[in-house]
């Protein structure tokens, strides 16, 4: 089973900072997945297969990355961004990460 | 449009079964699978089990033992169930389709059922 590892756990970015949330996985991955979560709401699909943005994702954010090593950047936080984000790889059996709770300050 | 609908007894008691029903629309069960998801309480994600769309099932291997994942493709439900849970199965439980045969990725989600393991 590979294991996902998020930093940070948690952090906090002021409006209009850039926001980076890395991934790193214990063996290689072919895609990484990211999911947005906020309180007593569903995860919400946010990147897929490492860098497309799902339906409705505003576009400062991105994602990038490969092998064992994956990133999600925000530039220009706001504070709609503010929530849990986790990533998921699609090697069986698949598996999340940790999460990271990003705070408006 | 795909929607995922979970139900499910709110309240089990510690060492019973539960039982939940994920009910879909706007798809059919033999063209895409099901996944369950769960959130313990103030945790993260873990995936628990997957319905193929073939009628196969896979299971976490940490849960395999005392988990279930059948389906009724008349009723477009697919079903978990689990036995002899304990208060850490505590949590929300969701159901997931990946966006299609060759884009993979959680797509959509159900709104979760809470369960609570409580005597």
């Known amino acids: 089973e590979i294991v996902l590892t998020q930093s940070p756990t948690t952090m906090t970015a002021s409006p209009g900072e850039k926001v980076t949330i890395t991934c790193r996985a214990s063996?290689?991955?072919?895609?990484m997945h990211w999911y947005q979560q906020k309180p007593g709401a569903s995860p919400k699909p946010w990147i897929y297969e490492t860098s497309k943005l799902a339906s409705g994702v505003p576009d400062r954010f991105s994602g990038s990355g490969s092998g064992t090593s994956y990133s999600l950047t925000i530039n220009n936080m706001e504070a709609e961004d503010a929530a849990t984000y986790y990533c998921?790889?699609?090697?069986?059996?698949?598996?999340f990460g940790g999460g990271t709770k990003l705070e408006l300050k | 449009q795909v929607q995922l609908t979970e139900s499910g007894p709110g309240l089990v008691h510690p060492s019973e079964t539960l039982s939940l029903t994920c009910t879909v629309s706007?798809?059919?069960?033999?063209?895409?699978?099901v996944y369950w998801v769960r959130q313990p309480s103030g945790k993260g994600l873990e995936w628990m089990g997957r319905?193929?769309?073939?009628?196969?099932?896979s299971y976490n291997s940490a849960l395999k033992s005392r988990l279930s994942i059948s389906r009724d493709t008349s009723k477009n439900q697919v079903f978990l169930k689990m036995n002899s849970l304990q208060t850490d199965d505590t949590g929300t439980y969701y159901c997931?389709?990946?966006?299609?045969?060759?884009?993979?990725?959680?797509?959509?989600w159900g709104q979760g059922t809470l369960v609570t393991v409580s005597s």
């Open positions: 998921q790889q699609w090697n069986y059996p698949w598996t």
């Open positions: 063996s290689s991955v072919s895609y």
């Open positions: 319905m193929r769309y073939n009628g196969d099932t």
């Open positions: 706007g798809f059919s069960l033999t063209g895409y699978s």
């Open positions: 997931t389709r990946v966006y299609s045969s060759y884009t993979t990725g959680f797509a959509y």
